[in-house]
């Protein structure tokens, strides 16, 4: 992501695990009520017969794909109503997305590309590895795995380093219409499909691979770490947390407490597969939010939910869970950098009452 300072080397980052196809590469978002390691596509392939048996390093690696894998999906699932039923209160960050993202083996790392292979299906041609629920893409029939052959009769690329040129051929494209004539390969048969776009947020959503309970927003992308994935239990808690995020994105938060650096670094460096923990110390050199930024974002993240189709009635109660769950004392939590509770839950509450008092009386949803 241009603007962003990257500690981990850029080919060692699995960003593009994050995210719907923005018109490239961006933000894709699988749902269970708890985290799940089942995953969905053509995964776990039973190798050749002459094929060698994976060493216990390839069989580790192929494991730990699959589950951060799993964990992006369910990121992917929960984020696309809230992302898509939202682009008019994005503002400036609504754009047109095609609703999918792309791959190949060359898109992890070292040892992860053959893992690619082996465990998710990837090869050398880039292929859809994640489809944006509701988007035109999956209104279309693109499914997990379908190979991209060609765009508006383009030739896509294959190979290493096919991303870049992907995403430049398939940008502009969809940028300029209302639709996308795709050539896929699907069972070995090439197919074609035209392609609706989907007006949404263009924010990516990823998945952090830390333990530690926090969420991250810098503007551009939000990360909800592995430790909060699990302490928010359930979708409903995943999609609390991903919408105040949103909220501090849209309102320009990281902007104005010029914390957008900072938190882009923690997102590049935690979406590795092997990612800098080091840096998680203390505040990791981000600021607590002011009280009165936290209640603007909490304001609008309910606006969100509710017309993304959550229950807004369970937002505080959540968010008062996890502050005892994970209270400010805890350095590197979400509480910590999030103090005000009182004043965020009092602002949760009114505009819960703000909310079903305009679905009475049919009015719009808007903050």
């Known amino acids: 992501m241009p603007g962003f300072r990257h500690i981990a080397p850029a080919k060692t980052s699995l960003r593009h695990l994050a995210s719907p196809l923005l018109v490239a590469c961006v933000a894709l978002l699988s749902?269970?009520?708890?985290?799940?390691?089942t995953v969905s596509g053509p995964f776990n392939i039973v190798p050749a017969p002459d094929a060698p048996a994976p060493t216990a390093q390839q069989k580790a690696a192929q494991e730990e794909l699959v589950k951060m894998v799993a964990l992006q999906d369910r990121l992917s699932k929960v984020s696309a109503p809230l992302l898509i039923n939202n682009a008019d209160?994005?503002?400036?960050?609504?754009?047109?997305?095609?609703g999918f993202t792309a791959q190949n083996k060359y898109s992890y790392p070292g040892i992860y590309a053959d893992a690619a292979q082996a465990a998710l299906g990837y090869?050398?041609?880039?292929?859809?590895?994640?489809?944006?629920?509701?988007?035109?893409?999956?209104?279309a029939g693109l499914r997990k795995g379908d190979g991209l052959l060609a765009a508006e009769g383009k030739p896509l690329p294959a190979g290493p380093k096919a991303e870049g040129p992907f995403a430049a051929i398939v940008g502009p494209?969809?940028?300029?219409?209302?639709?996308?004539?795709?050539?896929?390969?699907?069972?070995?048969?090439?197919?074609?499909?035209?392609?609706?776009?989907?007006?949404?947020c263009a924010f990516r959503v990823a998945l952090g691979n830390a333990d530690n309970v926090n969420a991250y927003s810098d503007g551009a992308r939000i990360m909800l770490t592995r430790g909060m994935v699990n302490a928010a239990q359930n979708d409903e808690g995943i999609a609390f947390v991903i919408a105040r995020e949103m909220a501090h994105n849209i309102l320009d938060h990281a902007r104005s407490q010029r914390t957008a650096g900072t938190a882009g670094s923690i997102i590049d460096?935690?979406?590795?597969?092997q990612p800098d923990v080091s840096m998680l110390t203390g505040a990791a050199g981000i600021k607590a939010m002011p009280q009165?930024?936290?209640?603007?974002?909490d304001t609008l993240a309910i606006y969100l939910l509710?017309?993304?189709?959550?229950?807004?009635?369970?937002?505080?109660?959540?968010?008062q869970r996890l502050?005892?769950?994970?209270?400010?004392?805890?350095?590197?939590?979400?509480?910590?950098l999030h103090p005000g509770t009182n004043s965020r839950m009092a602002a949760i509450n009114r505009a819960v009452t703000d909310v079903r008092a305009k679905q009475a009386a049919k009015k719009p949803l808007k903050p």
């Not at 749902?31 to 390691?37: L, Q």
């Not at 209160?89 to 095609?98: E, H, I, Q, S, V």
């Not at 090869?123 to 209104?139: D, I």
């Not at 509710?306 to 968010?319: E, H, I, K, S, T």
Request: net charge positive.
């Open 306 to 319: 509710a017309r993304a189709g959550y229950n807004v009635d369970n937002a505080a109660r959540f968010w």
């Open 173 to 200: 494209l969809a940028s300029k219409s209302a639709s996308l004539n795709m050539t896929i390969a699907r069972d070995g048969q090439p197919q074609d499909l035209k392609i609706p776009v989907t007006r949404a």
């Open 269 to 273: 460096s935690l979406g590795a597969v």
């Open 89 to 98: 209160l994005c503002k400036t960050y609504a754009r047109n997305l095609l």
């Open 292 to 297: 009165e930024l936290d209640v603007q974002a």
């Open 323 to 336: 502050a005892t769950q994970v209270p400010a004392t805890v350095a590197n939590g979400y509480t910590a």
């Open 123 to 139: 090869g050398e041609q880039m292929q859809v590895s994640g489809v944006l629920p509701g988007s035109g893409a999956a209104r």
């Open 31 to 37: 749902a269970c009520t708890t985290p799940t390691t």
